[in-house]
């Protein structure tokens, strides 16, 4: 629709000016210039109607593609191997795909409808000049001959420095946001000159690109309306000898006058569409490159119930000669609460997530039920068996009611109201909205919490879950986990020695380690 409204209006422009042309023609030898002039009006109407529904839709369909573009990437994301998050900024990735998404529907909604409406235009104003004068189209083909070859001659340079200019742009971007990506570093190790260093000297590498693409840039535009201006010229002195010779009317000379001041810059954007193309297609290409990235491992063998977890002759590293897990073997059964301890880096986070199918290990298995989880639908399982309370739980911009809901499919509103009493969320629910920043450690772990016993799981995972809880909320927990632990499988992974006398199986990678 966009693109038929676009080329109706470049088709009502053709039709003004050679309107225009016969005013001139009605005046020199008295046709009825009214009804020209009514076409004239009649003709702007139309155009001015077409451009603001164009417009419209246009500004409306252009947002609305680019978030169908950042939400379908973003979803596939979500769903890819969570190790290649483990290297990048997520900041990097979002600005990426939020530039690459803006520049591809920005290509499709105006650059791609106005390349059409460019060619059709090109062609009836040749067409409308070639019926006038052969001659005339000459001079013309010759202007549009001489623009073809120079755009094609400099396209590997223009494309060189736009693809510079693009890589030195993201470059300005991640330094920015490396000014406050982790102010908390930045802060106790007095970062600010070095990162302010950085930062300006991305911004001079920015510039420098900058100026060259500029340079190119400005330097094609002045040829071209050379050129352009050059060919309008030619044509015009020929047109007077053509009006002499009586081959063409005052009228005819002055819709071809008009006209070129369309044709010209339609050419113009017409062949620099190449370019444009060409520059998309990187945008494109890096987008089908996060759409590219390996996915989660997702089964299809259905589970309702999971009564225990086995770990079978587990091997992982995340470096080649440095093993994290060796022939790991352990069972983890219903009725009991397990604790996972051992020093940083013996891989007690790592565990989990394998065991929860986010990282495939190096070999050996995961069994839930005796089933491979390879072979199980595991977003199944971790949207409604599994509930898992985070060591910095994330708080989005939404109610404490809302964001407790967010991910349960149903629970009980006496439950609800019974842990809510609980945990005492209510001295510090105040029923507005919340962010990450508004809360502290212990309010937002209280809230992970609350949400992650409203869950009807079999399995409850528990990382350093009373790291910011006062004294009085972890013995409320540690009588609310021991009321549980007969129905579900509890792992806990905590240091906290007060805490841990509620377990009643230990999982020492520690030990493990000194035996191997």
Same mark, same amino acid.
């Given at each position: 629709?966009?693109? =038929?409204?676009?080329?109706?209006?470049?088709? /009502?422009?053709?039709? $003004?000016? %050679? @309107? +225009?042309?016969? *005013? &001139?023609?009605?005046?020199?030898?008295?046709?009825?210039?009214?009804?020209?002039?009514?076409?004239?009006?009649?003709?702007?109407?139309?155009?001015?109607?077409?451009?603001?529904?164009?417009?419209?839709?246009?500004?409306?369909?252009?947002?609305?593609?680019?978030?169908?573009?950042?939400?379908?990437?973003?979803?596939?994301?979500?769903?890819?191997?969570?190790?290649?998050?483990?290297?990048?900024s997520t900041n990097n990735i979002i600005q990426t795909i939020n530039i690459?998404?803006?520049?591809?529907?920005?290509?499709?909604?105006?650059?791609?409808?106005?390349?059409?409406?460019?060619?059709?235009?090109?062609?009836? =104003?040749?067409?409308?000049?070639?019926?006038? /004068?052969?001659?005339? $189209?000459? %001079? @013309? +083909?010759?202007? *549009? &001959?001489?623009?073809?070859?120079?755009?094609?001659?400099?396209?590997?340079?223009?494309?060189?420095?736009?693809?510079?200019?693009?890589?030195?742009?993201?470059?300005?971007?991640?330094?920015?946001?490396?000014?406050?990506?982790?102010?908390?570093?930045?802060?106790?190790?007095?970062?600010y000159d070095e990162l302010g260093t950085l930062f300006n000297r991305a911004?001079?590498?920015?510039?420098?690109?900058?100026?060259?693409?500029?340079?190119?840039?400005?330097?094609?535009?002045?040829?071209?309306?050379?050129?352009?201006?050059?060919?309008?010229?030619?044509?015009?002195?020929?047109?007077?000898?053509?009006?002499?010779?009586?081959?063409?009317?005052?009228?005819?000379?002055?819709?071809?006058?008009?006209?070129?001041?369309?044709?010209?810059?339609?050419?113009?954007?017409?062949?620099?569409?190449?370019?444009?193309?060409?520059?998309?297609?990187?945008?494109?290409?890096?987008?089908?490159?996060?759409?590219?990235?390996?996915?989660?491992?997702?089964?299809?063998?259905?589970?309702?119930?999971?009564?225990?977890?086995?770990?079978?002759?587990?091997?992982?590293?995340?470096?080649?000669?440095?093993?994290?897990?060796?022939?790991?073997?352990?069972?983890?059964?219903?009725?009991?609460?397990?604790?996972?301890?051992?020093?940083?880096?013996?891989?007690?986070?790592?565990?989990?997530?394998?065991?929860?199918?986010?990282?495939?290990?190096?070999?050996?298995?995961?069994?839930?039920?005796?089933?491979?989880?390879?072979?199980?639908?595991?977003?199944?399982?971790?949207?409604?068996?599994?509930?898992?309370?985070?060591?910095?739980?994330?708080?989005?911009?939404?109610?404490?009611?809302?964001?407790?809901?967010?991910?349960?499919?149903?629970?009980?509103?006496?439950?609800?109201?019974?842990?809510?009493?609980?945990?005492?969320?209510?001295?510090?629910?105040?029923?507005?909205?919340?962010?990450?920043?508004?809360?502290?450690?212990?309010?937002?772990?209280?809230?992970?919490?609350?949400?992650?016993?409203?869950?009807?799981?079999?399995?409850?995972?528990?990382?350093?879950?009373?790291?910011?809880?006062?004294?009085?909320?972890?013995?409320?927990?540690?009588?609310?986990?021991?009321?549980?632990?007969?129905?579900?499988?509890?792992?806990?992974?905590?240091?906290?020695?007060?805490?841990?006398?509620?377990?009643?199986?230990?999982?020492?990678?520690?030990?493990?380690?000194?035996?191997?």
């Amino acid at each position: 629709l966009i693109t =038929i409204l676009t080329v109706a209006i470049g088709i /009502s422009q053709i039709a $003004f000016n %050679i @309107l +225009f042309g016969k *005013i &001139a023609d009605a005046i020199i030898s008295g046709g009825d210039l009214n009804k020209i002039i009514k076409y004239l009006i009649m003709v702007s109407i139309i155009t001015i109607v077409f451009i603001a529904i164009r417009d419209r839709i246009k500004t409306y369909k252009n947002n609305q593609m680019m978030h169908d573009v950042n939400y379908e990437v973003l979803t596939l994301l979500q769903k890819s191997d969570i190790l290649y998050f483990s290297n990048k900024s997520t900041n990097n990735i979002i600005q990426t795909i939020n530039i690459d998404s803006w520049e591809i529907t920005n290509f499709i909604c105006g650059k791609a409808t106005n390349a059409i409406n460019n060619t059709i235009v090109v062609a009836f =104003i040749s067409a409308y000049i070639f019926k006038l /004068s052969p001659r005339l $189209f000459l %001079i @013309l +083909f010759i202007g *549009i &001959a001489s623009l073809s070859l120079m755009y094609f001659l400099l396209r590997q340079y223009l494309t060189k420095i736009h693809a510079e200019f693009r890589d030195r742009q993201s470059d300005y971007f991640r330094s920015m946001f490396s000014m406050l990506e982790n102010i908390f570093s930045i802060k106790v190790n007095s970062l600010y000159d070095e990162l302010g260093t950085l930062f300006n000297r991305a911004n001079d590498n920015f510039l420098r690109v900058l100026d060259k693409n500029e340079k190119a840039t400005i330097g094609i535009n002045n040829i071209s309306f050379f050129v352009i201006r050059i060919v309008i010229l030619f044509i015009c002195v020929k047109s007077v000898n053509l009006i002499g010779n009586g081959q063409i009317s005052v009228g005819e000379f002055v819709s071809i006058a008009m006209l070129l001041n369309i044709l010209m810059p339609s050419l113009n954007s017409l062949l620099g569409f190449n370019k444009e193309y060409r520059d998309v297609r990187v945008n494109y290409e890096r987008m089908d490159k996060f759409c590219k990235v390996e996915k989660d491992i997702n089964g299809t063998e259905y589970l309702t119930d999971i009564d225990s977890i086995k770990i079978q002759n587990l091997e992982f590293a995340y470096a080649k000669d440095e093993k994290l897990f060796d022939n790991l073997n352990y069972e983890f059964e219903k009725g009991n609460i397990y604790q996972i301890k051992g020093t940083n880096g013996t891989g007690k986070t790592t565990l989990t997530t394998i065991m929860l199918g986010l990282i495939q290990p190096g070999s050996g298995s995961i069994l839930y039920e005796n089933k491979d989880i390879n072979t199980l639908d595991t977003l199944n399982i971790r949207r409604n068996i599994i509930a898992y309370v985070e060591q910095e739980p994330i708080i989005e911009r939404m109610t404490i009611r809302e964001n407790i809901e967010l991910g349960l499919d149903g629970f009980s509103e006496k439950e609800y109201e019974r842990l809510y009493e609980l945990f005492d969320i209510a001295s510090f629910d105040n029923g507005k909205i919340v962010s990450q920043s508004m809360l502290s450690g212990g309010q937002k772990q209280k809230i992970n919490i609350m949400k992650s016993l409203l869950k009807k799981s079999d399995i409850l995972f528990m990382d350093e879950p009373t790291s910011a809880l006062d004294h009085q909320t972890r013995e409320i927990l540690k009588k609310e986990l021991k009321t549980l632990a007969k129905d579900k499988i509890i792992i806990i992974i905590s240091h906290d020695e007060n805490f841990i006398d509620i377990c009643n199986k230990v999982l020492d990678l520690n030990k493990i380690k000194e035996m191997k």
